[in-house]
């Protein structure tokens, strides 16, 4: 019990470390690279479900055979991989930013069902991490080079709500919420694919960023091979 | 015949008028029947609402009625439930009744009409049913939607134990449909085509978020579900009460049971109704709840507390008058003033509860571990004086107050702390001493214990002494020890001296304690007697002392293996002849020694009793080092003097001897005894602890025996360790020893006088040359030959030196050719000053330093050549002569003798090779050759054997041998 808690305390922690040094909203780093690696760091523990889906599962008693295996993303709720890596750098935070903001709301809803204060205490600390990261993604936006790309057309992602038409039926609000959480951590894992791929490969960025690169202050970003990180700890199944 | 048909007629016209009069009445509708039947579901609860209204009523008609009401399922024959409602129907309204249905509404058609019945007093005669209503009909599957498969009910709510029934609506029939209860497979009951039931018994409470029901079609993704939350029993509230501290405010509180384990917005909730004002509140919290009381306006409060969930609801009930209900606050402020050694006032103040209020109050006083109370009326402040307290002493003071007019409970208690005042001690301190005498001076120990705290009244700071000669009153000496010592030591003389002890703490100072200490130690030779102790202590008892005594002291050491011993005392009245010692220092085999001393008048101890004694008595651990002496043929003695009785873990009694032996047999005065190894010996008994010799006797010579000597108390013997083996010796020994060893020691003697008186023994015994006038030799020289020839006399002759001249060979030559060999001689050469010209020198061949003879020995030296007959001497006086008669005596000599038998009567030829320079002969002693070795050994007869020179004579020496005398 102690394990678990430890668990799903410590990401959150690390993550309050972490927004340490970002400042609130409105007042931004303004150092590429550091801002570039935290925001991995901030999605290698978003991504992970010991944060958010595991203990839902088990408070709501989802976890048994033929169960489990409904409590799958709902396809559509989220961006894919692919969509996240088609879109510019921008547009990527652009979307990131916005389905962060539904996430948000998404959660405010969820913890309706959650009775155990303990759950809903995670779940508030999950909401201010992503308040955190989307003030991230808000700076990391404004050092982007203003290039032409703020004239992007809107990014073809999914333009639905991670969360599906409210239910008065309890199961089904369980079901779906445990999806959309399946989905969450899901996303932010392609999100940090798509962070993994901006430190890796300047080309990569180009033909992703058909309307030019990165200035070079951007273009200095090169995280090294050491620091290529493994998936983390409750990686969802791509 | 006609009146009887007309009669018969009217009757049977009059029949059918009344008939039909009759069944008009009968098939008219009740004037009250139910009308406008309204029927909506409830899914949540699974209820069907109905509601009507009875026409026909006057204004402010009331009539009671009775409604039956029929439900049907599926189909209208299949009722499953009849019900009769009564109730009073009043003008206009509009009637409700509802019915929980164990089966979800959703998962079956059903149907329900009613009938009514006026049952009214007022109306007797209408007691007949009205028609039933037509069937109304709820089919809620149809507008449950287009979904594949829906499960009912939703987010139902039972109690823990109950009975529920789940049912699923199929769209499909063709699908496959598997329905599961926490992963668990249920078996369900078909209900249709596409329907189906499930009964679940005892549902029990698994999850706050309720329990996970779902079905599943086998092939698909579909799965739909509900939650079923199941709660606990909801309790009965317990311990409902109701007080106030300051009679504005009710704080009522009460024990909510067990948790029903729903969530937050299903549990339930506390609503707190009091019955005379009518006012009602719905609490805050699940134990308590706060209820403003109307200033001076209601005494009496009837309090209906209720707890209610979506399933139960249980009330308590609570009268009381609020005047009986005061739980004052705790008093505050709390103070000490005047605080002396012995006395504090205590004050503090309370909480007014309304104008006319007096809280009685309960002061305790928590003190050296007692307790004191005190009740107390205040108003307002609160005051108490504690007198006799102790100096220097912490107290603990609390106070609480209740309502003094009508008790209902103490308030909390406040404390606070306070330390009363030193004083000077109150007891002299409690004196010993120790006295020993050192080069003429009186060493005195002085110990005196702490005070008790009760006693000290403060912190002692240091204790004075004054030592006071009671001989010369006014020579006295101070002496200050501070604190904490509990001891000094002071060197007196011989004189006697009054000594006073007093305790001082920052007041004053403690009466003296006095004791008085002679030049007489006092160690008078007083028997020590043995005492037995026990677990709890020893029992000393003495003589009653017929002189005046003023008490008794027990004194010992806590520890008397210990250099400070530890000395502990004891004091005693004067009538008491008996105590017990106890000390949690004793310590099983340990001795302790225990003074008792009779204090007289004068305040001089003298020593009355020594007792010794052991709190309990242990075996020896060790056995005494024994040493053997006197050891002889038929006895030894054995010997452990060292061996001290005094430290030992108990009082020794006396001593085992063990002897082993292989004879087995015991002599008188030893018996035998079985060791535990099973080992047959013999054991004597020494009765005498003081003994510690013992000699063992009768044993047999030439014996192996082994021995063991161990302590014996009362509580058992030493161990058996390791026995010492002793032999005895032969019994012949010691004589043949008393006799070799004074013929040794003559023979030594006698050896070394010969020694010393070798000259003159070998004077008295061996005269150096025989006198050749005695000889026969010259008598027949004399007859027969040259008259002139002579022998000479060696008197005559003064030889100074002898020089050898030898003749060094080229080559080694063999025995046959010593014919060609120079001899070797010896001359005899006259020293310079007695040698007389030309008067012929005297020589001799030297056979010894023979190199022929050398080489047949196969050594590198000359061997000695065998000597001439004395009968052939004559013929050597020319040196050719002898030279030629030698040769071939020496020749003869060689050829004759075997080789092998030259061994007899030999001469050492140790001696090396000499130089043939005759000066060197007397300055170069013979050195040892490289071969060093007994050479060829020439004979010599025993009776002419060549006397040693010795210092003082003057001539060298020759070796003759005599006739006769050959090899053999």
């Not at chain 1, 709720?77 to 547009?91: C, G, N, V």
């Not at chain 1, 992007?152 to 991670?162: F, G, L, N």
Request: glycine share 6%; net charge neutral.
């Amino acid at each position: 019990m102690q394990a678990q808690l430890l668990r799903r305390t410590l990401p959150s922690l690390v993550l309050g470390l972490l927004f340490l040094s970002t400042p609130a909203m409105g007042i931004c780093l303004d150092k590429y690279q550091e801002l570039f690696g935290q925001l991995q760091k901030q999605t290698d523990i978003m991504q992970c479900t010991s944060l958010l889906l595991d203990p839902y599962i088990k408070s709501q008693g989802l976890d048994k055979d033929g169960l489990k295996e409904h409590c799958r993303e709902r396809p559509g709720a989220f961006p894919s991989k692919d969509a996240l890596q088609r879109l510019s750098k921008r547009e990527f935070l652009r979307t990131l930013h916005t389905m962060l903001g539904s996430i948000l709301h998404r959660l405010t809803a969820l913890q309706r069902d959650v009775p155990k204060a303990q759950d809903l205490e995670t779940l508030n600390r999950a909401k201010q991490n992503i308040r955190g990261f989307r003030n991230n993604i808000h700076c990391m936006a404004r050092l982007l080079p203003d290039s032409s790309e703020t004239t992007e057309p809107t990014p073809a992602v999914p333009a639905t709500s991670p969360s599906p038409t409210p239910t008065s039926d309890t199961f089904q609000r369980r079901l779906e919420g445990c999806r959309f959480l399946h989905g969450y951590h899901r996303f932010m894992h392609s999100v940090g694919q798509v962070f993994q791929e901006w430190g890796e490969s300047p080309s990569r960025r180009r033909r992703h960023s058909p309307h030019g690169g990165l200035r070079k202050g951007v273009r200095r970003l090169q995280l090294s091979r050491r620091n290529k990180r493994l998936p983390p700890r409750g990686q969802l199944p791509r | 015949m006609a009146l009887f048909s007309v009669l018969q007629t009217t009757f049977l016209l009059a029949s059918l008028s009344l008939r039909t009069y009759q069944t008009e009445v009968w098939s008219e509708p009740l004037p009250w029947a139910p009308e406008s039947l309204k029927v909506s579901i409830n899914s949540t609860r699974q209820c069907l609402h109905l509601q009507w209204s009875v026409h026909n009523l006057a204004y402010h008609q009331e009539l009671k009625m009775v409604f039956q009401i029929e439900i049907s399922r599926i189909k209208t024959s299949n009722v499953i439930w009849v019900e009769d409602y009564s109730t009073t129907v009043k003008w206009n309204q509009v009637l409700h009744w509802s019915w929980e249905s164990k089966l979800p509404l959703e998962c079956a058609k059903h149907f329900l009409r009613m009938r009514s019945a006026v049952d009214d007093a007022k109306t007797p005669e209408q007691r007949f049913w009205s028609n039933w209503s037509s069937w109304e009909e709820v089919d809620v599957q149809n507008s449950l939607g287009h979904e594949p498969l829906f499960v009912f009910p939703k987010d139902k709510l039972v109690e823990e134990g109950s009975n529920v029934t789940i049912c699923y609506v199929s769209r499909s029939q063709q699908n496959n449909i598997s329905c599961y209860l926490e992963g668990v497979r249920m078996q369900g009951e078909q209900l249709g085509p596409n329907v189906s039931m499930f009964n679940l018994n005892h549902v029990a409470f698994i999850r706050e978020t309720g329990t996970n029901i779902y079905c599943k079609v086998d092939q698909g993704d579909v799965i739909k579900g509900v939650v079923l939350f199941v709660s606990k029993v909801l309790e009965e509230p317990k311990d409902f009460s109701c007080e106030t501290q300051d009679l504005t405010t009710l704080n009522c509180t009460w024990d909510p049971g067990r948790d029903t384990g729903l969530l937050k917005q299903l549990s339930q909730s506390y609503t707190l109704f009091e019955s005379f004002s009518g006012k009602k509140i719905l609490c805050k919290h699940k134990s308590w709840c706060s209820w403003q009381v109307a200033p001076e306006s209601q005494e009496t409060y009837n309090f209906t507390l209720t707890a209610e969930n979506n399933l139960r609801k249980r009330s308590v009930y609570l009268l009381f008058n609020l005047t009986h209900r005061v739980h004052p606050k705790a008093p505050f402020n709390v103070l000490f003033k005047n605080v002396s050694a012995t006395n504090a006032t205590m004050t503090w103040k309370v909480h007014t509860i309304g104008n006319y209020y007096t809280l009685l109050c309960q002061v305790d006083l928590y003190g050296e571990g007692k307790v004191t109370q005190h009740n107390i009326s205040v108003r307002v402040d609160g005051e108490h004086l504690f007198g006799g307290l102790e100096p220097d002493t912490q107290y603990m003071a609390q106070v609480r107050c209740a309502n003094a007019n009508r008790f209902w409970k103490w308030s909390e208690w406040t404390c606070q702390n306070f330390t009363t005042a030193e004083a000077a001690p109150s007891e002299a301190p409690d004196v010993w001493r120790n006295v020993k005498s050192a080069q003429g001076d009186c060493v005195v120990t002085l110990f005196w214990k702490p005070l008790l705290k009760l006693q000290a009244n403060g912190k002692i700071l240091f204790y004075n002494i004054v030592i006071e000669n009671l001989d010369r009153s006014s020579i006295s000496k101070l002496l200050s020890i501070p604190a904490p010592a509990n001891g000094t030591e002071v060197i007196l003389d011989q004189c006697l001296y009054q000594i006073h002890v007093t305790a001082n703490n920052s007041v004053g100072t403690s009466p003296a304690s006095v004791i008085i200490v002679s030049g007489d130690p006092g160690n008078t030779e007083v028997e020590e007697e043995r005492v037995k102790g026990t677990e709890d202590g020893f029992s000393l008892s003495w003589k009653p002392q017929p002189r005046n005594v003023t008490g008794y002291i027990v004194d010992w050491c806590d520890h008397p293996r210990d250099p400070l011993c530890d000395l502990q005392w004891k004091n005693l009245g004067p009538n008491t002849t008996s105590t017990v010692v106890s000390s949690g220092a004793f310590r099983p085999g340990v001795r302790y020694n225990f003074r008792i001393y009779g204090i007289s008048t004068e305040r001089v101890p003298y020593l009355l009793e020594k007792k010794t004694g052991y709190s309990q008595e242990l075996a020896p651990s060790d056995n005494p080092q024994v040493v053997m002496s006197n050891l002889t043929s038929h006895s030894f003695t054995l010997s452990w003097k060292d061996y001290s009785t005094e430290s030992q873990p108990s009082f020794i009694q006396g001593y085992h001897v063990y002897l082993k032996s292989k004879a087995g047999q015991c002599h008188s005065g030893w018996e035998k005894a079985v060791l535990s190894d099973d080992a047959v010996c013999c054991k004597y008994k020494i009765d005498n602890p003081k003994q510690k010799t013992f000699v063992v006797e009768n044993l047999q010579p030439e014996s192996f025996y082994e021995f063991l000597v161990t302590p014996y108390t009362s509580v058992g013997e030493g161990p058996h360790g390791a026995f010492t083996k002793v032999t005895t010796p032969d019994e012949y020994s010691p004589i043949l020893i008393r006799i070799i060893l004074p013929m040794v020691f003559c023979i030594l003697l006698i050896t070394i006088i010969c020694y010393l008186k070798s000259q003159w023994m070998k004077e008295k015994c061996y005269p150096d040359i025989p006198d050749p006038y005695k000889s026969s030799v010259l008598s027949l020289i004399k007859s027969k030959e040259n008259p002139r020839l002579t022998i000479m006399n060696i008197k005559d002759c003064v030889p100074d030196s002898i020089e050898v001249l030898n003749k060094q060979e080229g080559t080694r030559k063999s025995l046959t050719e010593t014919e060609s060999t120079k001899p070797t001689y010896l001359y005899l050469l006259p020293t310079e000053t007695s040698y007389s010209g030309p008067e012929p020198c005297i020589c001799f061949e030297n056979f010894t330093y023979n190199q022929a003879a050398s080489d047949s020995a196969s050594c590198g030296h000359v061997p000695v050549p065998p000597k001439a007959p004395p009968s052939q001497l004559g013929l050597l006086t020319s040196p050719e002569n002898l030279l030629k008669s030698l040769e071939k005596n020496y020749m003869n000599s060689l050829g004759e003798i075997p080789a092998g038998e030259t061994s007899l009567n030999y001469v050492s030829q140790l001696a090396s090779p000499m130089s043939g320079d005759k000066s060197s002969l007397p300055t170069n002693p013979p050195e040892p050759a490289l071969c060093s070795e007994y050479k060829m050994q020439m004979a010599i007869p025993l009776g002419l054997a060549s006397a040693p020179s010795s210092g003082s004579s003057s001539f060298s020496s020759i070796t003759l041998l005599d006739e006769g005398e050959h090899y053999h």
